[in-house]
């Protein structure tokens, strides 16, 4: 895909895409040479995987899957959910804190890709990072970086995890 090096073009692609803010989007890419759609993509892919603020249904079908398969990996989730419930949680609760950390541990995974962090002495010049990559597989510099600046702002809700107001 040829990226829009047009700033119209470019803050017309974004929006498309679902972008919140499209011309900084595209601003960024184009005066700071950042690659903002290629960075935008991977979040917006990403937060496809994190439960919607909405859905509860996931509650009973872990519960359900533990019910069936009570030794499976994963089915002590199903297990801690059907006592969370037993208790008096709500699914809604339940969704509010997966969701919550889910996001948290996004941020956190997009934060390691641009820099591990080693603690052992050895191993301080070692780096990786997340890129876009040409047909061959090969990577096209820059890298992809920072992203972990860009996990609130790309929040489906618009709302960069802060709580829903009451009755919302």
């Known amino acids: 895909m040829k990226i829009p090096s047009d700033l119209d073009e470019l ?5 498309k895409l679902g972008a919140r803010s499209p011309g900084s989007w595209a601003r960024s890419q184009l005066s700071e040479g950042i690659n903002q759609l290629q960075r935008f993509l991977f979040l917006r892919q990403a937060w496809g995987l994190i439960l919607r603020e909405d859905d509860t249904d996931w509650v009973q079908f872990e519960i359900a899957r533990a019910q069936r398969y009570p030794d499976e990996p994963y089915a002590g989730v199903g297990h801690a959910l059907r006592r969370c419930v037993e208790k008096g949680a709500s699914a809604q609760d339940l969704t509010d804190i997966v969701r919550g950390k889910q996001a948290e541990l996004l941020h956190y995974f997009c934060y390691l890709l641009g820099d591990p962090s080693f603690t052992e002495k050895e191993l301080s010049d070692l780096q990786w990072g997340l ?8 990577p096209i510099p820059p890298g992809i970086s920072m992203l972990h600046e860009s996990v ?4 489906p809700t618009g709302r960069e995890m802060r709580p829903r107001k009451e009755g919302k």
Do not use: P, R, V
């Open 131 to 138: 890129f876009e990559i040409d047909m061959d597989g090969n």
């Open 152 to 155: 609130l702002s790309t929040d």
């Open 11 to 15: 803050t017309a692609l974004f929006e």
